[in-house]
């Protein structure tokens, strides 16, 4: 709890970071509103109803009493609600991010253990090699090939991403595999870096080898004492990693047509849609805090040194 | 000045065995050398259209990697490309380090107020996933490829600067900082000339990785259209170009890409092989290994005493050397009999191979050694050739361990109970309760004070003296009838030191439990044991009855270890009676291991391997036995039955 409450200072300094930087931008969004051709008092007249003509402190103060109601505010080209349009559109970003983790997680925890297991050896070679492959592939790139191969080529998977209006939840599903699988490739193999060099380090502590001389059998030996302690840096990691999969996530979007935040948010830099790019920097933010908060809790878990009392 | 050179030659010979970072080095040269030379290598335009009408031509034809869809020399625009990825990557690489090593520096090293506004600024901006924060810096100072990058180095900066900072904060505690103040340095010169060179290593690595993560978003950025523009023939906007002709042609996707993935590698693995260069990551063995293999038990085996629980004949271990065809032994024909109830002493100093023999008595010798012996017997039974799951149901169940490091050898992550009852659970077949009832018993046997209570509290919440019960009480869950306590009080406070070797000598006696009790110090050993064998380099040197070996010690080494008794309490590594350390174990010799130490040593102890002999009740390895008078002392009492 006293988790969530710290994450609101940091919410709020974001989004008044941003508040502020936004404004160096020279372009007046009223007149790239109102296209080349608009009469200087129509500008004046739009900027007013934008509120753009008041003082910075006053929009300042504006803006931060209406998001401390929830009121995002309104699109500036279409007067749509943006926390509706965010309402629309989130999940979608969501699922594709988390859909993205969870393929990281399995099988690059995975992988890492398997290569620290056979540490030197042939299986490990292979996971080196590929894991260093996974973090170079851009993701939008693995994005087309995977689009081209797998849905264009072979007919395995659907190029675009579905909804489960239009689709039924296993074509749903089936849509997300190859979004999911092109963003979470450099997270795999980043994530499996690391569990293989944590589980190295993990196995050569003294009390691995005290659990060998009480007579565990391997098996038990790596589930119960090497493994928890080697996913305390991989629960770091993914924090991290969940961070740089939202933003992966913009990229991953235009190339299978998801309608998520990312075609929102390139759009609304394109054309300084204030109020959209402030709501992106906090929604996106908001997650990470949220997310961070989780794997705190996974760390205390994992690691009852810092676990209070 | 010469240790600095060597460190930093030392560092280039690490660094140039690496071939996959040389590789990477060598692709990031004619990277560079393309860039320079783009003009010269193409006679096309990378932004004007080859010819009329030439559009999405296939590869390897007319033009060597065909056309886009407006007409243009793919292998042109790839050329150029390189340009774009270079720049763009150093513009945000130069940003980076420009704004976040001063800073790192200076609220490293004053902290306080300036440290902590800035960090809070540092974790706000990275609170914001970095894609998004460059997004927010684009709308702010416009689209195009210069401001993106500039946008991607501002966030960087902010990666810079915590690395920094934690650096300079560890730094700081350094000695070389201290005497810089204490020389009069100015602050500044403290952070520019003394810190900075330290830290240099990671800072270096990071922005090699930080690099490839600039080419990576700089194509990112352009793919989206907020980077590089329709006329800046970059890597990403042949991407997106290519992605809007996907459906007539997937070619013009395929070179770019490459180019990107192959120049994000070379960053990496050149800078994995730096980081590689300047600490090298310890290497990985497998777990659990160590079946030991049979051998002949040599020229004249010892008959096993009847009524010996253990009896260890010629046992050796061996190590491959990395890099030389022959193995190096650190174990060699070790002859070793604890008699029922006996409390036997190992004594020896560090590298002397005493706890690789105890462990190779339980098939633990870590990767990748290699034990074997004539025979190892324990309670009538044969150990040798047995695999490693009838091994495991020995160990823990027949024989427990003590270790050195208590607060190491018990995992963080549960309580202690659960690590005390898991033999009960995997040896004995307990159930959770009945073992957790047997673990306040033996607890309470170690004495434990409260062990109701502290059953559930996790080792970190024990000192070290207590956690070394905690150690005690496991070793001893099945009833076994070996204990190994291998150094069981060096890394104990010297206070609880004689408690914790009275509770073992209790112990051993109350349960009959037979101990082979490892020591680099006979101190230790004199109230304890019974017996006394002592190695050295890999060979045991003397071996017989406490008081005997005590009050008239056969070899020299043994002397050593008795007159160093008084003064063992400093542990430098070094004995005080006889000079140098234990060589390390491919420089030891074939004729006497100790000849180089030993101050009676003569020609004859350097002509060939010294066998044991028998000397009245003892056995001794020295040629010059009997012959050479040494002192010993009069143990006091021993538990000599």
């Not at chain 2, 071939?19 to 030379?37: E, H, N, T």
């Not at chain 2, 790192?104 to 809070?120: A, E, H, K, Q, S």
């Not at chain 2, 150094?487 to 914790?500: C, F, R």
Request: some cysteine.
């Amino acid at each position: 709890m006293s988790r969530l409450l710290a994450a609101i200072p940091l919410m709020f300094l974001t989004g008044t970071l941003v508040f502020f930087l936004i404004q160096f931008n020279p372009v007046d969004p009223a007149a790239a509103l109102l296209g080349e051709d608009a009469s200087l008092a129509s500008i004046a007249e739009k900027r007013a109803e934008l509120g753009l003509d008041r003082s910075l402190l006053v929009q300042y103060g504006d803006w931060l009493t209406d998001v401390v109601r929830f009121d995002l505010g309104t699109d500036w080209f279409t007067g749509e609600s943006v926390l509706t349009m965010f309402g629309d559109r989130a999940p979608v970003t969501l699922t594709l991010v988390f859909g993205a983790l969870a393929i990281a997680l399995v099988s690059g925890v995975g992988l890492g253990i398997l290569a620290a297991l056979k540490a030197g050896r042939l299986p490990d070679r292979i996971v080196t090699v590929v894991s260093s492959f996974g973090m170079a592939i851009p993701n939008f790139w693995a994005a087309i090939l995977l689009a081209y191969f797998l849905s264009v080529q072979v007919r395995w998977f659907p190029a675009i991403w579905s909804n489960t209006r239009t689709e039924t939840i296993g074509g749903w599903l089936h849509s997300l595999v190859l979004p999911c699988i092109a963003l979470g490739l450099s997270a795999a193999a980043a994530i499996a870096r690391q569990s293989r060099s944590s589980m190295i380090a993990v196995l050569q502590k003294d009390y691995i080898r005290t659990a060998l001389a009480k007579g565990l059998p391997v098996r038990r030996v790596i589930r119960r004492h090497a493994l928890r302690n080697a996913a305390i840096p991989i629960v770091s990691l993914a924090g991290f990693q969940t961070s740089a999969l939202i933003g992966g996530a913009i990229f991953v979007e235009s190339v299978f047509n998801v309608p998520g935040l990312g075609s929102l948010g390139v759009d609304a830099v394109l054309r300084k849609n204030t109020p959209i790019i402030l709501a992106f920097v906090m929604v996106t933010t908001f997650v990470v805090v949220m997310v961070n908060i989780v794997l705190d809790l996974a760390y205390a878990w994992l690691n009852p040194k810092v676990r209070p009392g | 000045m010469s240790a600095h050179q060597s460190a930093r030659s030392r560092f280039w010979s690490r660094f140039l065995r690496n071939r996959v970072s040389l590789v990477g080095g060598g692709y990031l040269v004619v990277l560079v050398l393309v860039a320079a030379g783009a003009r010269f290598l193409t006679p096309h335009d990378p932004n004007v259209a080859t010819r009329f009408q030439d559009f999405l031509f296939p590869p390897f034809g007319e033009y060597l990697l065909g056309t886009d869809l407006v007409g243009r020399d793919i292998f042109t625009r790839l050329l150029y490309g390189a340009r774009y990825a270079l720049f763009a990557g150093a513009e945000a690489v130069l940003i980076a380090l420009v704004v976040g090593v001063p800073l790192g520096l200076v609220i490293g090293y004053f902290r306080g107020w300036v440290d902590r506004i800035v960090m809070r600024f540092v974790e706000t901006v990275v609170a914001v996933p970095a894609v998004v924060m460059a997004m927010a810096i684009i709308a702010a100072v416009g689209t195009g490829l210069t401001t993106a990058m500039f946008a991607i180095g501002v966030v960087y900066s902010m990666i810079i600067t915590r690395l920094t900072r934690a650096e300079v904060f560890a730094a700081r505690e350094e000695l070389y900082v201290d005497g810089a103040r204490a020389a009069g340095a100015t602050d500044r010169r403290i952070m520019w000339k003394h810190i900075l060179p330290n830290i240099a290593p990671p800072l270096i690595v990071q922005t090699t990785l930080l690099f490839a993560q600039a080419v990576l978003a700089e194509a990112a950025l352009s793919f989206l259209g907020i980077g590089a523009s329709a006329h800046q023939a970059s890597w990403g906007r042949m991407l997106r170009d290519a992605q809007d002709s996907i459906d007539q042609s997937f070619w013009p996707a395929v070179p770019p890409g490459i180019a990107v993935f192959l120049t994000v590698i070379a960053f990496n693995v050149f800078g994995d092989g730096l980081r590689d260069a300047f600490a090298r990551e310890a290497r990985g063995g497998r777990v659990g290994v160590g079946d030991v293999e049979a051998v002949d038990p040599g020229s004249d085996p010892v008959p096993p005493s009847d009524d010996a629980l253990l009896t260890i004949r010629n046992l050796s271990v061996r190590f491959p050397r990395p890099g030389e065809t022959e193995d190096v032994s650190v174990v060699s024909g070790v002859d070793l009999d604890i008699g029922r109830g006996e409390v036997m002493a190992l004594v020896g100093e560090s590298g002397s191979g005493k706890s690789i023999t105890a462990m190779s008595i339980m098939g633990l010798v870590p990767d990748p050694g290699l034990a074997s012996a004539a025979s190892i017997g324990l309670d009538g039974r044969e150990l040798v050739g047995l695999d490693f799951d009838e091994l495991r149901r020995i160990r823990g169940h027949e024989i427990g361990v003590i270790f050195q490091e208590p607060s190491a050898a018990l995992n963080p992550a549960y309580t202690v109970g659960r690590q005390v009852a898991e033999p009960l659970e995997v040896h004995l077949g307990m159930g959770r309760r009945q073992a957790r009832a047997r673990v306040v018993e033996l607890m309470e046997l170690v004495g434990i004070p409260d062990p109701g209570r502290r059953i559930d509290a996790y080792p970190h919440q024990f000192s070290g003296g207590m956690a070394q019960r905690v150690v005690i009480a496991m070793a001893l869950a099945c009833e076994p009838k070996l204990l190994i306590a291998d150094e069981p009080t060096t890394a104990l406070d010297v206070t609880v030191q004689g408690q914790i070797l009275d509770l073992v000598g209790d112990l051993s006696r109350d349960l009959g439990v037979s101990v082979l009790l490892i020591t680099h110090d006979l101190g230790v050993v004199a109230d304890l044991a019974d017996r006394v064998a002592v190695m050295y380099a890999g060979e045991i040197v003397e071996t017989g009855r406490l008081t005997e070996v005590f009050a008239d010690p056969q070899h020299p080494y043994t002397e050593g270890l008795i007159r160093a008794i008084p003064r063992n309490e400093a542990r430098s590594g070094e004995l005080p009676t006889i000079p140098g350390v234990v060589p390390p174990p491919w420089e030891w010799p074939d004729h006497c291991h100790f000849a180089d130490r030993c101050a009676h040593a003569g020609d004859a102890c350097r002509v060939g391997p010294v066998p044991l002999q028998t000397v009245g009740a003892s056995s001794v390895r020295c040629i010059r036995a009997g012959e050479v008078v040494l002192r010993g002392v009069r143990a006091h009492g021993g538990a000599a039955s």
